[in-house]
Nanobody, 120 residues
Framework: QVDLVESGGGSVQPGGSLRLSCVASGTTPSMGWFRQAPGKEREAVAVINKRGNPAYADSVKDRFTISLDNFKTTLYLQMNNLKLEDTAIYYC?????????????????WGQGTQVTVSF
């Protein structure tokens, strides 16, 4: 079982940028970012497998970029042109599946979460 630690959250104005990082204790077939806003269900933001194939939620696909380092142990989420509705707690997750889709049940390890707040 892999351990995950997120960092990089913070407060930013609309249109600003943040980069989230997630350090894993080992490699997994795929990893992803989820977020949960107040009053809403946890939702997938982006996933990527060890082959480097990414997938994005429609709400972020033109603004966010998910990536892995060369050792496949650090996950990143570059967030550009942030909007008010991006405010949420962001969670890093890992899956034993190469193609986990966007189903939280397919992810078996989770980080503690990092807060992203977009406001004026």
């Amino acid at each position: 079982q892999v351990d995950l630690v997120e960092s990089g959250g913070g407060s930013v104005q609309p249109g600003g940028s943040l980069r989230l990082s997630c350090v894993a204790s080992g490699t997994t077939p795929s990893m992803g970012w989820f977020r949960q806003a107040p009053g809403k269900e946890r939702e997938a933001v982006a996933v990527i497998n060890k082959r480097g194939n990414p997938a994005y939620a429609d709400s972020v696909k033109d603004r966010f970029t998910i990536s892995l380092d060369n050792f496949k142990t650090t996950l990143y989420l570059q967030m550009n042109n942030l909007k008010l509705e991006d405010t949420a707690i962001y969670y890093c997750a890992a899956s034993s599946l190469l193609w986990p889709a966007f189903q939280p049940a397919n992810f078996d390890a989770w980080g503690q979460g990092t807060q992203v707040t977009v406001s004026f």
